[in-house]
């Protein structure tokens, strides 16, 4: 089973920058970032496959940015990033990573994933 880690949350006025970064350890063929502000549901934020395939909300997309950075030298082991750029103090929330083995599963989809991280916290400020 896959291991998932986040980090780089923090806090940040609005129109500032972060980058969160996520490594899975196994089976990661899609990587996808979702976010849960207080009251309100989960959401997907981005998500990438393993040829590159990229796919975000609409409220992010150019502003934030996904890739990820596979070690040829470890098997299984792959960084996902989420360059988030221009925040607006409405992307405050916990941001998660999740992992599915899955290779052509819908990426903005929760369902799709089956390993996810304990999530960290980003706060954007106006």
């Known amino acids: 089973q896959a291991q998932v880690e986040e980090s780089g949350g923090g806090s940040v006025q609005a129109g500032g920058s972060l980058r969160l970064s996520c490594v899975v350890s196994?089976?990661?063929?899609?990587v996808g970032w979702f976010r849960q502000a207080p009251g309100k549901e989960r959401e997907a934020v981005a998500g990438?496959?393993?040829?590159?395939?990229?796919?975000?909300?609409?409220?992010v997309r150019g502003r934030f940015t996904i890739s990820q950075d596979r070690n040829k030298d470890t098997v299984n082991v792959n960084t996902v990033y989420l360059q988030m750029n221009s925040l607006r103090p409405e992307d405050t929330a916990i941001y998660y990573c999740?992992?599915?083995?899955?290779?052509?599963?819908?990426?903005?989809?929760?369902?799709?994933?089956?390993?996810w991280g304990q999530g960290t916290q980003v706060t954007v400020s106006s």
């Open positions: 990438i496959r393993l040829n590159g395939d990229t796919a975000y909300r609409d409220s």
């Open positions: 196994g089976a990661g063929n899609m």
């Open positions: 999740a992992t599915s083995a899955s290779l052509n599963w819908p990426l903005l989809v929760a369902s799709s994933y089956l390993n």
